[in-house]
T-cell receptor, first 115, second 113 residues
């Protein structure tokens, strides 16, 4: 079982709605990630937080707004999304500051449908 | 641009056979390599990690790494229908003070009963 928990598992939202995806891990990891995955494609990195600070933003549109309130939690705030944003959103975590021997663990994902 | 290349398949093998999945990567300084299994509609599940040249075995799975050739592979022995999934090769790279995975496009494996 994954130790990265994502909620909700499924979300349907309108283009004018504001919603949030939530992620929690209790492995003591200090790096957390958001990935987006479209059907039949590999996951694509969106954001990386390291020690609760945003370290990588892969040119993601501002309608996606990440937040890392503490070392265990990661949120993704959604506003004014487009239907093409419908995808599986994956949260992941890993140790920070370590490359050799490090591993990234994924949560079960949140399926987002924008109507 | 850091790239990870995989044969997209599909790869079909009979039940009980060995399935061989291959991956090459472009960043010569990469140190950490992973195979994730992803069932349709599910998130990627880590099945193997390898950090040193050579072979690493875990049950029916063997990962092989050759850093000089920038090549990593996954062998699945005694393949089972439950192994039918997409297998994602991933390489961890550092940048901007943190780490990230670069994925290949995945190889779809079908194990035929």
């Amino acid at each position: 079982d994954t130790e990265v928990t994502q909620t909700p598992k499924h979300l349907v939202m309108g283009m004018t709605n504001k919603k949030s995806l939530k992620c929690e891990q209790h492995m003591g990891h200090r790096a957390m990630y958001w990935y987006k995955q479209k059907a039949k494609k590999p996951p694509e990195l969106m954001f990386v937080y390291s020690y609760e600070k945003l370290s990588i933003n892969e040119s993601v549109p501002s309608r996606f707004s990440p937040e890392c309130p503490n070392s265990s939690l990661l949120n993704l705030h959604l506003h004014a999304l487009q239907p093409e944003d419908s995808a599986l959103y994956l949260c992941a975590s890993s140790q920070a500051g370590v490359l050799s021997g490090n591993t990234i663990y994924f949560g079960e994902g949140s399926w987002l449908t924008v109507v | 641009q850091k790239e990870v290349e995989q044969n997209s398949g599909p790869l079909s093998v009979p039940e009980g056979a060995i399935a061989s999945l291959n991956c090459t990567y472009s960043d010569r300084v990469s140190q950490s390599f992973f195979w994730y299994r992803q069932y349709s509609g599910k998130s990627p599940e880590l099945i193997m990690s390898i950090y040193s040249n050579g072979d690493k075995e875990d049950g029916r799975f063997t990962a092989q790494l050759n850093k000089a050739s920038q090549y990593v592979s996954l062998l699945i022995r005694d393949s089972q229908p439950s192994d039918s999934a997409t297998y994602l090769c991933a390489v961890m790279n550092s940048g901007a003070g943190s780490y990230q995975l670069t994925f290949g496009k995945g190889t779809k494996l079908s194990v035929i009963p």
